[in-house]
Nanobody, 128 residues
Framework: QVQLVESGGGLVQAGASLRLSCAAS????????TGWFRQAPGKEREFVAA????????TYVDSVKGRFTISKDNAKNTVYLQMNSLKPEDTAVYYC?????????????????????WGQGTQVTVSS
């Protein structure tokens, strides 16, 4: 059973940066496609960013393009979400997700149903 542990959330002011980390308990991480989702109060969980198993392909929801960057370190079994120029509307619980055994090295997974493993979530609060 793979466990995903997120860290790096917190309370920041608008315009600040945070880096979220998500460490997997079991590898090989190079076979995992991974992604980040978020859920704001009163809203459904939404896709934020995804990265292919190789790390060579990424995709983002339009609202974070140019501000957020997803990356992964296969040697550390960790995926990151660098969040810059944070806005109050980025306030949410952020979840990482992983799908092991992905055959394609370039595919990115953008829907919740495509992921089997989920982290417990980390709170990000951006004040105005």
């Amino acid at each position: 059973q793979v466990q995903l542990v997120e860290s790096g959330g917190g309370l920041v002011q608008a315009g600040a940066s945070l880096r979220l980390s998500c460490a997997a308990s079991i590898g090989p991480f190079r076979t995992y496609a991974t992604g980040w989702f978020r859920q704001a109060p009163g809203k459904e969980r939404e896709f934020v960013a995804a990265i292919s198993r190789s790390g060579g392909s990424t995709t983002y929801v339009d609202s974070v393009k140019g501000r957020f960057t997803i990356s992964k370190d296969n040697a550390k079994n960790t995926v990151y979400l660098q969040m810059n120029s944070l806005k109050p509307e980025d306030t949410a619980v952020y979840y990482c997700a992983a799908q092991p055994g992905v055959f394609s090295t370039t595919i990115v997974l953008t829907t919740q149903s495509e992921y089997y493993y989920w982290g417990q979530g980390t709170q990000v609060t951006v004040s105005s």
